[in-house]
C-alpha cells in the first residue's frame, strides 16, 4: 500500500480548520469574558485516524502509522461541579443571613433607640411626670402632663408593635410573592425543567449544548439563593432538583412540582423568612417581648392605683383608662394634698419594665449583630469560593491572548504546510508529468 | 476577578469611612442597638438613671423652697410671739390701768390673727402648714381656731429610697384654740386677752405667772420647730450635693459607654481615607494592566 499523494493536502487542511476553530473559541471566550454565567470554552482537538503502512511491503520496509491530520472532537466547557455544590450551598447560607440581617435591621430601627424620643426616653418622662405630680398633687396642669405623658408612652408602644407587625406580615408577603404560582421558584423551576429536556434533546444528537448548561447552572445558582438545593445530573443529562425540605424533587426531568410545602429550616431566603416569622422565630420573640413590656409596664403601675391606670395586656391594646380628673397622687382614703400614690409610681424609674425594655433593646441589637457578622462570614465564604470558581470557568484574558497567538500561529504554519505540500505537487505534476508528448 | 476583588476592598474602606465619620459627626459611638447590644441597654439604663437623679434635684430644691416658706412664717410667728411676752411682761407689773389693758387685750388679738395668717402660709398654691390637705387653710380668720389640716406629713423623694418630710406640724404648735384647752399657741394667746381684758390685780399676776410660762412653753415648741424644718433643709442640701457626684459619675460612665473619643476617631478617620485612597491608586493601576498592553 501506498500513500495517496494528496494526503498531505488534506492533513494541511484539517491544521486549518482546528486552529481556525480554535481561534473562534478563543475568540468567543473573549467576546464573553464579561457575561454573567459564562464558562470558558475549550476545542479539543484529536489527531485523526492514522493511515497504517503495513510492515515488509516492498517500499518500506518496518511497518507504520502515518497521521492524517488533526480534528476538532468537541467543544467543551470547563467547569468544576464540586465547585458548584458548594458555592450553591454555601450561597443558600448567605442570602439565609442576608434576609435575617434586612428584616432584624428593619425591627431594629423601629424601635428608634438610642434617641430622645424612643421607648425608653418616654418612659423616662413618664416617671418624670409622676414626680412633678408628687411636687405638685393638687394641680390640674400636673394630673394632665402624667395622663399626656401615658397617653405618649402607650402610642410610643403601641406603634413600635404594630411596626414589628408590619414587618412580619412584609416578611410573609414577601415568602408568598416568591413561592406563589408566577414567583420566582415557579419559573425558575420551569425554566429549569425546560433547559433539561432541551439538553437531552441536543446531547442525543451528540451536539454539546454548552449555552444551554451555562444557563441551567445559572439558574440553579440563582434556586441556591432562595432554599439549600442539591443538583443530581442523571444520565440522561437532566438534573433532578431538591429544593428545601420540600417532599418531592422540584424538577424532575421534564417536570416541576410547585407549589409544596416548605419548613423552617430549608435554607436559604425562604427558609429565613419563614423562621423569622415561626413561633420561636426572631422577629415573633421581639414582638412577645414587647408584648411582656407593656404588660410588665400595667401591671407595676396599675398595682399602685385604685383604678387602673393602663388597660391592655399587649403592645397592640395598651392605652390609657383614665382621664386626668381621675387621676390622683394620693391614695382613696388620703387628703388631697398627699403625694403617696405618685412617689411610689415615681420610684418605679429603672424597675421591672425598664429592665425588660433594656433586654429588648439589648435582644434586637444582638440579634441584628449577630446576623450582619453572619453575613459578612458568609460573603466572604461565597466570594472565596466564587473566586475558585472563576479561576476554572472564568475567562482569562490574558490566558485567551495567549491562545489566540498560538492558534493564530498553529494556522500560519498549518498554511506553510499546504504551500510546501502544494509546491512539492508542482514539482511532480508540473516537471515529471513530460512523458508521452 | 481582580476587578471583584478590588470593588470589594474599596467598598470595605468606603464603609469603615463612613462609620468613623457617623461616630464624628454624632459624637456617639452607639447608633444602634446592633453596635453595642449591651452597650445599648446600659444607655438606656444610665440615660434613666441620670433623669431620675435631675428629677431627685428637683424635689429636693423644692422641698428647700417649700421649707424655707415654712421657716419664714415661723421667724414671723417667733418675732410675734416675742411682741405678746412683751406686752405679757408689761400687762404683769402693775403700773397699767384697765383701758390700758383693754389696749393691750386688743393687740394680743391682732397679733393671734396675724400668727394665724402665718399659719396659712402657701408655697406653689399648697398651704404648707395643713399636713396633707394642702388645699385647706389650717386656720379660718376671726374667732375658730380649730385646726382644718390633718397630721400627715407630705414628703419628697430626693434619692432612691431616701424620703424626707417637708411638713411642719403647726398644730403641736398652735393647736386649737382656747375652747380644747389644749395649751396650744392659740389657747394661751386667747386666754392672755381675756385675762388682760379681765384686768383684776390677780388677773395681773397670773400674767407674770401661768401664762409667761404657758407662753414660754409655747415658744420653745416653735423653737424645736424650726430647727426640724432646719434639719429637713440640711438633709435636702446634703442630698442635693450626693446628687451631683453621682450625676456627674453617671455621666462619665455614659460618656465611656457610647461617646466618640474624638482624638482617637480623627485619626483613625484620616487613616481610613489614606487607605482607601491608596487602594483606589492601586485598583486604578492594576485592572488596567494586561496582556493586550504588550502584543503588537
Given amino acids: ?437 | 476577578m481582580v476587578t471583584s476583588t478590588t470593588l470589594d476592598n474599596l467598598n470595605a474602606s468606603l464603609a469603615a469611612m463612613e462609620r468613623t465619620s457617623d461616630e464624628l459627626s454624632s459624637g456617639k459611638t452607639i447608633l444602634e442597638p446592633s453596635d453595642n447590644p449591651y452597650g445599648a441597654s446600659q444607655v438606656i439604663d444610665l440615660q434613666s438613671q441620670l433623669e431620675g437623679l435631675s428629677t431627685y434635684e428637683a424635689n429636693a430644691q423644692d422641698g428647700i423652697s417649700w421649707e424655707q416658706t415654712a421657716s419664714s412664717s415661723m421667724d414671723n410667728m417667733s418675732e410675734v410671739t416675742q411682741r405678746v411676752r412683751e406686752l405679757l411682761v408689761q400687762g404683769a407689773n402693775g403700773t397699767y390701768n384697765k383701758s390700758d389693758l383693754e389696749t393691750m387685750a386688743l393687740d394680743v388679738e391682732q397679733l393671734t390673727e396675724t400668727i394665724k395668717q402665718d399659719a396659712n402660709a402657701q408655697y406653689a398654691g399648697q398651704y404648707i402648714f395643713s399636713g396633707t390637705a394642702t388645699t385647706t387653710a389650717p386656720y379660718e380668720s376671726g374667732a375658730n381656731d380649730e385646726y382644718a389640716g390633718n397630721e400627715e406629713g407630705v414628703s419628697r423623694s430626693v434619692g432612691p429610697g431616701a424620703s424626707i418630710t417637708i411638713t411642719t406640724n403647726i398644730s403641736s404648735l398652735l393647736g386649737n384654740g382656747e375652747a380644747s384647752e389644749d395649751g396650744g399657741l392659740l389657747d394661751t394667746l386667747r386666754s392672755i386677752a381675756k385675762t388682760m381684758r379681765n384686768g383684776t390685780a390677780e388677773a395681773q399676776s397670773e400674767l407674770g405667772g401661768v401664762y409667761l410660762e404657758k407662753l414660754d412653753g409655747n415658744m420653745e415648741t416653735l423653737r424645736d420647730l424650726q430647727a426640724s424644718a432646719g434639719s429637713a433643709t440640711d438633709q435636702m442640701q446634703t442630698a442635693l450635693t450626693r446628687n451631683e457626684d453621682l450625676q456627674s459619675s453617671i455621666t462619665g460612665a455614659l460618656a465611656n459607654v457610647d461617646s466618640t473619643n474624638v482624638a482617637e476617631a480623627s485619626i483613625d478617620y484620616a487613616n481610613e481615607q489614606a487607605a482607601y485612597e491608596a487602594a483606589l491608586r492601586a485598583g486604578a493601576s492594576i485592572v488596567q494592566e494586561s496582556l493586550l498592553n504588550f502584543l503588537q
Fill in chain 1, 1 to 437: 500500500m501506498t500513500i495517496p499523494s494528496l494526503q498531505g493536502l488534506q492533513t494541511a487542511l484539517s491544521g486549518l480548520i482546528a486552529e481556525q476553530t480554535a481561534l473562534d473559541t478563543a475568540g468567543n471566550n473573549i467576546a464573553n469574558a464579561n457575561t454573567e454565567g459564562y464558562s470558558r470554552e475549550t476545542a479539543l482537538l484529536e489527531p485523526d485516524s492514522p493511515l497504517t503502512i503495513p510492515a515488509l511491503s516492498s517500499h518500506t520496509g518496518l511497518g507504520a502509522q502515518l497521521g492524517t491530520g488533526v480534528s476538532v472532537t468537541t467543544i467543551t466547557r470547563v467547569r468544576n461541579e464540586y465547585l458548584d455544590a458548594q458555592y450553591r450551598s454555601q450561597n443558600s447560607s448567605l442570602s439565609s443571613a442576608t434576609a435575617n440581617a434586612e428584616v432584624l435591621e428593619q425591627a431594629q430601627s423601629a424601635f428608634n433607640e438610642p434617641s430622645s424620643a424612643g421607648i425608653a426616653a418616654q418612659l423616662s418622662n413618664f416617671w418624670s411626670a409622676w414626680n412633678s405630680l408628687a411636687t405638685s398633687p393638687t394641680e390640674e396642669a400636673a394630673k394632665q402632663a402624667v395622663v399626656a405623658a401615658g397617653e405618649q408612652l402607650a402610642t410610643t408602644i403601641k406603634q413600635l408593635g404594630s411596626q414589628l407587625s408590619a414587618i412580619s406580615s412584609e416578611v410573609t408577603e414577601q415568602y408568598e410573592a416568591l413561592t406563589g404560582p408566577s414567583g420566582e421558584v415557579a419559573m425558575i423551576a420551569e425554566q429549569v425543567a425546560q433547559l433539561n429536556g432541551q439538553i437531552k434533546l441536543s446531547e442525543e444528537g451528540g451536539i454539546p449544548p454548552n449555552e444551554m448548561l451555562d444557563r441551567r447552572d445559572a439558574l440553579l445558582d440563582k434556586l441556591s439563593s432562595l432554599a439549600n438545593i442539591t443538583v443530581t445530573e442523571e444520565p440522561d443529562h437532566m438534573d433532578t432538583v431538591t429544593f428545601g425540605e420540600a417532599e418531592k424533587p422540584l424538577v424532575e426531568g421534564t417536570k416541576f412540582n410547585w407549589p409544596q410545602e416548605l419548613t423552617a429550616s430549608s435554607g436559604g431566603r425562604l427558609g429565613a423568612l419563614l423562621s423569622l416569622t415561626s413561633p420561636e422565630g426572631a422577629l415573633t420573640q421581639l414582638q412577645s417581648s414587647l408584648d411582656g413590656v407593656a404588660q410588665t409596664l400595667a401591671a407595676t403601675v396599675n398595682e399602685h392605683v385604685a383604678t387602673p391606670f393602663f388597660s391592655g395586656e399587649s403592645a397592640a391594646t395598651l392605652a390609657v383608662a383614665v382621664k386626668s380628673s381621675e387621676v390622683s397622687a394620693a391614695g382613696t382614703e388620703e387628703a388631697a394634698g398627699a403625694n403617696k400614690v405618685a412617689q411610689a409610681i415615681a420610684a418605679l424609674r429603672g424597675g421591672a419594665a425598664e429592665k425588660d425594655y433594656a433586654a429588648l433593646v439589648e435582644k434586637v441589637g444582638s440579634d441584628v449583630q449577630g446576623a450582619k457578622n453572619d453575613e459578612s462570614n458568609m460573603q466572604t465564604t461565597v466570594t472565596a469560593i466564587n473566586d475558585q470558581r472563576q479561576s476554572v470557568s472564568g475567562v482569562s484574558l490574558d490566558e485567551e491572548m495567549t491562545n489566540l497567538i498560538t492558534f493564530q500561529r498553529g494556522y500560519q504554519a498549518s498554511a506553510r504546510t499546504l504551500t510546501a505540500m502544494s509546491e512539492m505537487l508542482e514539482t511532480l505534476i508540473e516537471h515529471t508529468g513530460v512523458v508521452g508528448l
